[in-house]
């Protein structure tokens, strides 16, 4: 079957990434997959002439309306996958609303990447609930094996040698939607708290006037770094080499920035929105926050302390550990987070024992910023609290 696809195709932005996996999913079952950047075409008489010209025997869109308002009227079938700024952002506006509605009323299908996404739509339209499915979209990770880290940290202006750097790092295009700025103050007072502490904004510019202001805050910011787009391979090597991946979006479908991390196992911090919470299950497969001080100061620090110590205990011992944290394994997050320090260290360690005069993180009783204890290991899978120099 020969198929249209139209999507918006802004380079490395969420949209372009899953349409792209999606045309090769329907190219290796055998179709051909068209696809078009739903931008290129202002009206639906252009889409009529190129479905004549191209002899196309049926058409899909990923996002209901920029893509979606095009496909009705011209004769052969065609189905919907919703994004996520049409359900959060577009159904607000009573004309794109009723728009979404008539495309919909003709649409022999509907997707939803989550179970919220579904009931949201099929609230705002009930006539349509009947042919809105869900199926949650796949991932691929393909780190660029050659990325130079140190070049990237110089390139972010982080002049700190990388052993002993935790760079936090936020995807995405820089348009209010996103809100890449909500967590900036945040990791500006941790940083000049500790130095070694960064924020990282990577992203194309899709909002030219946001981005000046993003650009203009960032500027005089310490602590926070913006860095323009990446080609995909070496965004995911990003990725792989920092210390864990936030997300600050008002509204998502499903963030595949999200969905990255989790592949290449790295720890997950995002805004308690409905999107990021059908994703990831608060302190099981990552941390879910609704303001960014609480964020700080109940969950950084301690999930800090956390992976700080496994990051350490590898390179100090050369031991690898199960992956607690790192791996984001089920029940892991339930068991290193929601519980005081002293029970942190019995999970991880299944006990902890005191060496010479140092005193054990199980006894602590006090708060202990993680970047002031550091950490050996010994046999017995146990762990110990003393004074150690930083390496």
């Known amino acids: 079957m020969r198929l249209l696809f139209l999507a918006v195709l802004r380079r490395h932005t969420g949209n372009a990434i899953t349409a792209q996996r999606v045309r090769d999913h329907l190219e290796a079952a055998g179709h051909v997959c068209i696809l078009k950047n739903a931008l290129d075409f202002e009206s639906p008489s252009e889409i009529s002439n190129f479905i004549k010209a191209e002899s196309l025997e049926a058409a899909m869109a990923l996002h209901l309306y920029r893509g979606g308002r095009l496909l009705p ?10 994004g996520g700024t049409d359900l959060n952002e577009d159904v607000k506006q009573g004309e794109k609303n009723k728009v979404m509605g008539k495309v919909l009323e003709e649409a022999r299908f509907a997707v939803a990447f989550t179970e ?20 949650s979209q796949g991932i691929a990770t393909v780190p660029n094996t050659t990325f130079n ?16 750097l935790h760079v936090f790092l936020l995807i995405c295009g820089l348009r209010q939607v996103k809100d890449p700025l909500y967590l900036v103050d945040a990791f500006s007072e ?4 500790e130095p070694s502490v960064y924020m990282v904004i990577v992203g194309p510019e899709v909002d030219p006037v946001f ?19 990446m080609a995909r391979e070496d965004l995911h090597a990003v990725v792989k080499n920092c210390f864990a991946v936030v997300n600050s979006s008002v509204s998502e479908g499903m963030s595949a920035a999200i969905l990255e991390a989790m592949d290449l196992e790295v720890p997950v911090l995002a805004r308690n929105i409905p999107g990021n919470a059908a994703v990831v299950k608060h302190e099981v497969t990552g941390l879910l926050f609704s303001d960014p001080q609480v ?12 992976i700080l110590c496994q990051h350490r205990l590898n390179a100090e011992r050369g031991i690898t550990l199960r992956k607690t944290v790192i791996g984001l394994l089920p029940g892991s997050f ?5 519980f005081p320090k002293a029970q942190l260290w019995r999970a991880i360690c299944h006990g902890c024992q005191p060496l010479g005069g140092g005193q054990c993180v199980e006894r602590q009783r006090t708060a202990i910023k993680p970047w002031k204890a550091n950490f050996i290991f010994t046999a017995g899978r146990s762990l110990s609290c003393r004074k150690y120099p930083r390496g």
């Open 73 to 82: 009227g011209h004769g052969i079938p065609f189905g919907i996958i919703f």
């Open 116 to 135: 919220s996404m579904k009931e949201t739509a099929q609230r705002q339209w009930p006539h349509a609930k009947d042919k809105i499915y869900v199926q």
């Open 149 to 164: 880290w140190d070049t990237f940290l110089q390139r972010s202006e982080i002049n700190q040698s990388a052993d002993n």
């Open 190 to 193: 941790w940083h000049q708290e």
């Open 211 to 229: 981005t000046r202001e993003v650009k203009a805050k960032v500027k005089r910011t310490p602590g926070v770094r913006l860095i323009g787009e």
């Open 295 to 306: 964020l700080k100061e109940r969950y950084l620090y301690r999930m800090y302390f956390v």
């Open 334 to 338: 339930n068991l290193l987070l929601h």
